[in-house]
């Protein structure tokens, strides 16, 4: 048997499961991996990442689709993919990203109801034996640190638009 010693995740394993869209929740519950809020949509941190610094952005309208979007929310939804990536640069330094969405489940969707975009900081080797011979993601830092690097540098970044 492998074991992988995660303490930190017991708090929201032992949580109370929320039936509603965890997309339309966490603004309204106001979420403390929330990285950002804009008008027509909010950037979060994944709680499942595939790499650190695996964030999430979405529409606050519930909506499953790209082509239900406004012209505003895509263009709200891409500004905000822009600045996480230049907040995740600063924070993290990564050698590159995947950033997309999976547009229903047979897509690769796990809330295929509710639009969303992953951005992805990926490193040269990140990819290693653990996710191909065991399905286990390493994740070197928790959470909140993570999200507290990159909401620092989201709030330089605005401070100077």
């Not at 909010?42 to 790499?51: E, V």
């Not at 979405?58 to 406004?70: I, K």
Request: charged share 20%; aromatic share 8%; proline share 6%.
């Amino acid at each position: 048997m492998n074991v992988i010693w995660a303490p930190w995740r017991a708090e929201y394993i032992t949580q109370p499961k929320d039936s509603s869209c965890i997309f339309c929740s966490a603004p309204a519950n106001n979420d403390p991996l929330i990285l950002d809020k804009g008008r027509r949509c909010y950037a979060i941190m994944n709680r499942f990442p595939y790499t650190a610094g695996h964030s999430l952005v979405a529409p606050y309208r519930h909506v499953g689709d790209l082509t239900e979007l406004s012209p505003e929310e895509v263009s709200e939804i891409m500004s905000m993919v822009k600045d996480i990536m230049s907040a995740t640069r600063k924070a993290m330094n990564p050698a590159g990203f995947n950033v997309g969405c999976n547009i229903g489940a047979v897509a690769g969707a796990g809330i295929a109801d509710h639009f969303h975009m992953h951005v992805v900081p990926r490193w040269n080797g990140d990819t290693n034996f653990m996710p191909v011979l065991s399905d286990v993601h390493i994740i070197s830092e928790h959470i909140q640190m993570t999200r507290t690097k990159i909401a620092e540098h989201l709030s330089k970044l605005k401070q100077e638009q």
